[in-house]
């Protein structure tokens, strides 16, 4: 068995009288892709900020590498993980060449901007961007933060959000390019057919672990009505 990088147990998260994560059971090994799907409001990203700390007032087991985040510093986490939010922001408007300043290893950030064919787009400011390109720039931040991915995780929150079929194929070879160096990524993402490319998918609803396993089996005609309301006979 591979070494465990992330792990949750009955992790529970309520906002006022509003339960969002309902006794989460979770576990990502080295070398696995998780997706983790659900509905909107279902607590995908409320679960991904807990395994970085962001909720400190989040109840049961919570481990990120050997770390428990919500009592670890963030000099001493970041070092295990990158995280890629949802709707990633500057707060400058960085051309994407500058942006490399805000990455812990500048080469390999541009690295990934030619991979993800960003380079000729190095002096434009941010804001010029097309929404896909902002969003694959920002993801190369992301990935330059990993460095050595083995043993390290990746939380990314939608990260095809925007980008064009091109970029979306870059990125699911990156992926699996990294779960084969060691690292363990989880992807919030409500994208079906990426969610299927994953070793994994893990299905949330009203922030419970409703299905774990296989995407042919968790991507069922019967929990995709049960989850999102609509028939479907394939996912």
């Given at each position: ?5 992330l ?10 009288n ?6 989460v059971?979770?576990?990502?090994h ?7 799907v ?13 395994f ?5 007032d ?10 428990d ?19 990633p922001?500057?707060?400058w ?15 390999q ?7 993800f ?22 993801l ?29 194929e870059?990125?699911?070879?990156v ?5 084969q ?19 994994r998918t ?18 069922s005609?019967e929990?995709i009505?049960?989850?999102w309301?609509f ?5």
């Amino acid at each position: 068995m591979t070494e465990r990088l992330l792990h949750c147990s009955e992790l529970s998260l309520q906002r006022g009288n509003q339960p969002i994560l309902d006794a989460v059971n979770l576990s990502l090994h080295a070398g696995e892709g998780v997706a983790l799907v659900g509905a909107n409001g279902a607590g995908k990203t409320s679960l991904l900020k807990c395994f970085i700390g962001l909720f400190p007032d989040a109840c049961g087991e919570i481990i990120l590498g050997d770390f428990d985040p919500r009592s670890t510093s963030p000099q001493t986490l970041s070092s295990h993980y990158a995280y890629a939010p949802q709707s990633p922001h500057s707060a400058w408007d960085y051309t994407v060449e500058e942006l490399s300043s805000l990455s812990p290893s500048s080469e390999q950030y541009f690295r990934w901007l030619e991979r993800f064919a960003l380079t000729p787009k190095l002096n434009r400011k941010l804001s010029t961007l097309s929404g896909g390109e902002r969003k694959a720039t920002h993801l190369c931040l992301s990935l330059s933060a990993l460095q050595n991915p083995r043993e390290k995780v990746l939380l990314l929150d939608e990260p095809t959000a925007s980008l064009d079929i091109c970029r979306t194929e870059i990125l699911s070879a990156v992926l699996r390019e990294l779960t084969q160096q060691g690292a363990a990524i989880l992807v919030a993402t409500h994208d079906l057919t990426f969610a299927q490319q994953c070793q994994r998918t893990v299905i949330l609803k009203a922030g419970r672990v409703v299905a774990d396993g296989p995407a042919a089996t968790t991507l069922s005609p019967e929990i995709i009505r049960d989850v999102w309301g609509f028939a479907s006979t394939s996912a």
